[in-house]
């Protein structure tokens, strides 16, 4: 299980762990992970010369850490050149430390200056015009608060525009550790091809811009005990969390045993919608699905005729696990029907118009934060900031505390969709998903969703797992298809489901077998 901490809590990690260690220790450990890394990606590039790292050093213990691993390099015989931007009595006394066994060995150090400044030191010129086979970047780690500035972000900018690898210590610079955002309005960061994190993993890492600057992410927990570490409040999703939710489909079973969805949406114009959410549930293993329309209902899906389509004012929720929301408008007659689901105590998914309609209606609100049956909410920033009365913005600022409070309004399972995926429940507990890709980015796709939930419920997982998984073999799905070429430029949410119900029988596979080991790289963190 892969647990995610905050800047908070890896702060009280750390001082735990130095009060049991010698002075640097943890520093230098860092600075052995992080060469072996270095040296890895230098291998990887097949590289013909003599590889030259340019490693960014800032002024504290993440500057540190990168001295440390430019003085492991140089002693390994790399042409390693440090921009230093820290003044050393100003350094902690482990970076301080670093920096003297970095002066002591092979490593060039200079003090650049901003590019545009025309009192620069003439060593700035050097590291914009050199040829560079890797860079490390080790400005600012976990607590950096304000947006970078002047020659740091000169740096930074010029950084992101090689054609180069980026190595970033710890976290990207410029990256909210706890949220994904970048730090300060009109911020910046270093775009990263791999980050390698200390201690513990961090959900800033894994959604919102994270997944865009961290690159392919790997953990060194620097042989902490584990003792010292806190029950974790975040995870990062992968099925570990949900398998055993699932189960093997009995031989003595008929459509009865898996449940009924009745997807509510379609008004005018907007019929697609709900057959796309039923065209996924029942793909997911739903065994009866009902398309049912706010507005004239088709005879039938020419397209996936097992479905039956009936017209939602004559039609008996009860019985049902319901999705509501695709395609639904925001008329009258959408926002009766939606009352009138919200009382039942079925299993409920609200998606998209559904979602507007509560947002607008402070009946709806109190309605659904008193149900007694299963809810998941599977909003995106723009629908979670109407809910909250807040701007995207401020959704997208801070991913988890957005699900969270959205959880604890209304009593139920969200997921707030997007880059990392963000799944929470009531009790503050959060998971990102780290499945999916920009393939995802195209119109029917939370439809889908939406009925994948529909169907999982139907079948009895519990609500947090049928939110886990639900989120987890979408993305999932998305992958594998963009590995098969099949986007993720021009990827249609109909191609979703057929791929969402391979990876559904795999896994369930797997699980049945008791091999879930056996998806090894297919559960990754941030592969993409």
């Known amino acids: ?20 260690l010698p002075a640097g220790t943890l520093m230098q450990r860092a600075g052995a992970a992080a060469m072996q890394m270095a040296l890895a990606m230098l291998d990887n590039a097949s590289i013909a010369s003599a590889p030259r790292v340019l490693v960014l050093a800032g002024p504290g213990n993440n500057g540190g850490d990168a001295l440390d691993v430019a003085a492991r390099l140089a002693q390994a015989g790399i042409e390693v050149t440090v921009a230093l931007y820290a003044v050393a009595e100003r350094q902690p006394q482990d970076a301080r430390a670093a920096l003297g066994r970095a002066q002591a060995g092979a490593a060039t150090l200079l003090a650049p200056g901003d590019p545009g400044d025309s009192a620069a030191p003439s060593a700035a010129g050097s590291i914009y015009q050199r040829h560079w086979d890797l860079v490390i970047d080790g400005l600012f780690g976990i607590g950096l608060a304000r947006p970078l500035a002047g020659a740091m972000r000169a ?31 009109g911020g910046i960061a270093v775009r990263a091809h791999r980050t390698i994190t200390f201690i513990a993993d961090k959900p800033g890492l894994h959604t919102c811009h994270g997944r865009d600057h961290a690159g392919q992410v790997s953990i060194a927990t620097l042989d902490i005990d584990p003792a010292l570490l806190p029950p974790a409040q975040a995870f990062l999703n992968g099925p570990i969390l949900f398998a055993d939710a699932l189960r093997p489909r009995p031989q003595n079973s008929h459509k009865g045993s898996f449940g009924d969805v009745a997807v509510l949406g379609g008004a005018h114009g907007m019929q697609g919608a709900p057959i796309l959410a039923a065209r996924a549930a029942l793909h997911c293993g739903a065994g009866r699905v009902f398309a049912c329309f706010v507005d004239e209902a088709p005879g039938y899906d020419p397209a996936q005729p097992e479905l039956m389509c009936r017209h939602a004012g004559d039609f008996d929720f009860s019985k049902t696990t319901v999705v509501a929301g695709p395609g639904s408008g925001g ?49 995106h920033p ?19 505390a957005a699900a969270r409070q959205l959880a604890a309004r209304f009593q139920a399972i969200v997921i707030l969709k997007g ?6 429940r009531p009790d503050g507990s959060v998971a990102i998903n780290p499945s999916g890709n920009p393939a995802l980015a195209t119109a029917g796709t939370g439809d889908v969703l939406a009925g994948v939930c529909g169907a999982l419920l139907a079948q009895h997982l519990p609500p947090w797992q049928a939110a886990l998984s639900a989120a987890w073999l979408h993305g999932h799905a998305a992958d594998r298809l963009v590995e098969a070429g099949v986007g993720p430029v021009g990827l249609s949410a109909s191609e979703l489901i057929p791929a969402i119900r391979t990876a559904l029988n795999a896994l369930n596979a797997l699980c049945t077998l008791g091999a879930l080991g056996a998806l090894g790289a297919q559960i990754t963190v941030n592969a993409h």
Not at 342 to 357: I, M, T
Not at 382 to 400: H, K, P, T, W, Y
Not at 419 to 424: E, F, L, R, Y
């Open 331 to 379: 008329a009258s007659r959408a926002n009766e029907l939606l009352a009138r689901v919200l009382d039942l105590p079925v299993p409920l998914v609200l998606d998209a118009d559904a979602l507007n309609l509560v947002a607008a209606d402070r009946a709806l609100q109190q309605r659904l934060a008193a149900r007694t049956g299963a809810t998941i909410l599977t909003p």
């Open 382 to 400: 723009l629908e979670a900031a109407r809910l909250l009365a807040v701007s995207a913005g401020v959704i997208q600022a801070d991913r988890l």
């Open 155 to 185: 740096m930074v900018e010029f950084i992101n525009t090689l054609p180069c690898q980026v190595l970033a210590l710890d976290i990207p610079s410029g990256l909210d550790a706890d949220t994904g955002d970048i730090v300060g309005p």
């Open 419 to 424: 880059s990392g995926s963000v799944i929470a």
């Open 1 to 20: 299980m892969n647990e995610l901490y905050t800047v908070a809590e890896i702060r009280q990690i750390e001082q735990a762990a130095l009060a049991g």
